[in-house]
């Protein structure tokens, strides 16, 4: 089996296919950043909180009640990326379509 042929063969496929595998790839990274994130703040921030209003036994109680509603957080925040990209594009679209005057008949 020659390895430098299959090599050859990725290297020569088309860019365009190439290109939506790291966008969507890159889309994929975001969200799961996003995501991470959000969750890791609402456990840190949770046992802080309820290490300060509870105790010592608050701790999972805060990160149980705090995680949650981070993660809904950061569910909003890719729908609202995702509606703002889609408006975008909507802008861009009409705006590089030539306006029409409607004609009035007197």
């Not at 790291?22 to 994929?28: K, W």
């Not at 995702?82 to 009409?94: I, Q, T």
């Amino acid at each position: 089996m020659n390895v430098n042929a299959n090599v050859d063969a990725d290297v020569n496929a088309s860019p365009k296919g190439n290109e939506d595998d790291v966008s969507s790839t890159r889309v994929i990274l975001e969200r799961n950043r996003l995501y991470a994130s959000h969750g890791l703040g609402g456990m840190m921030g949770g046992s802080i909180t309820g290490g300060i209003f509870r105790g010592r036994s608050g701790i999972v109680s805060g990160m149980l009640l705090l995680t949650p509603m981070m993660l809904m957080a950061a569910h909003g925040e890719m729908k609202l990326n995702a509606y703002k990209e889609k408006r975008l594009e909507e802008l861009r679209l009409e705006s590089s379509q030539p306006k029409v005057e409607k004609l009035r008949w007197k």
